[in-house]
Structure formats: C-alpha cells, structure tokens
C-alpha cells in the first residue's frame, strides 16, 4: 500500500501542463452532451498549453489540488465579478480529473479556497454552475448552497441555464 501526498496550494508556472490536462479531461466528462460538441471543442482548444501559463500569472487567486505526482485539481477564486449577486466572492472554477472525483478531494479544495476568500474578508461566496450539470449542482447544494439566481446563456447554438450558489 502506498500513501497518496495531497496539497492544495496557488499554482506556479510550472503547473500549467498539469492545469491544461485537468481542464480537457474535466470539461469533456461534465460538458459532454450538455454544451454542444463543435462549441466544446473549440472551448477546450482556447485554453491550451499558453493560455494556463498566462493565467497563472495574473492576479486572480488559482489553486492546485497536488497529489505529488502532479495537478490532479484547480480552483479559480476572488472577488464576485456580478455585482447584482449577494456576494463578495466568487469561486470562478473548480475542477478534478475525473479519476479523483467522488472521494472527498472536491470537498477539500472547495473548503481551502472558501477559506482564503473568507480570510480576504469576502464572507458570502457564490458559484455559477451550468443547470444541466447534475452533479456540479448536487455538490455545491451539498456543502451547503443555496440557489440565488438563474440565467440563460447561449452556447454554440444552444440556450443553457446556469444556476448561482450563494454559500454564507
């Protein structure tokens, strides 16, 4: 048996590979078959191996689950970009490698980024998240969110709403 060594903490330059590779295999297991397929792909393809390594260095707050062999996770997070929403914070993105979702690791990396937006003084925290994804809506209803908000984006096509979580 061996043990597993988990982290969370802000990404490096280094770390954008391993954010690429999260994001494709994430956004392909949750999106696939909900936003439609030639709007997907072009999606993924924006947010390549040059684009993480330019948004790991800008000012937002990006976290990394680490499982010491490399980004198994991320969380992007700061101040709420809606200022209709009740909230001071915002939890932009958060996502696992399908692999590692379903055993607690969402929960920790959810609680590690509210906590430092909460020590930033932002106390009430909201999440976007697409209506058809079943299982991002169980999850944040599950540490506790309350649906405060529902809109209508279209995507490639297709209207999809997206739901806010609003987390006190």
Not at 83 to 93: F, K, M, T, Y
Not at 94 to 120: C, H, I, M, T
């Amino acid at each position: 048996m061996s043990d597993l060594l988990v982290s969370i903490r802000q990404a490096k330059p280094g770390d954008a590979q391993g954010l690429a590779k999260v994001f494709d295999a994430a956004w392909r297991e949750a999106y696939l078959g909900i936003i439609p397929g030639l709007a997907l792909e072009k999606m993924l393809s924006r947010r390549g191996l040059r684009w993480w390594r330019s948004t790991v260095t800008r000012g937002r707050p990006l976290a990394v689950l680490d499982i010491g062999q490399g980004v198994a996770g991320y969380a992007s997070y700061g101040r709420c970009r809606d200022r209709s929403l009740p909230a001071d914070g915002e939890i932009d993105e958060l996502y696992l490698l399908p692999e590692y979702q379903g055993v607690g690791l969402g929960r920790r990396l959810f609680r590690a980024v509210s906590n430092d937006l909460r020590a930033r003084e932002m106390d009430k925290i909201v999440v976007w998240a697409l209506a058809d994804n079943e299982r991002a809506c169980a999850f944040y209803e599950g540490q506790g969110g309350k649906s405060v908000a529902r809109v209508e984006e279209r995507i490639g096509g297709a209207t999809l709403a997206k739901v806010a979580y609003l987390f006190r």
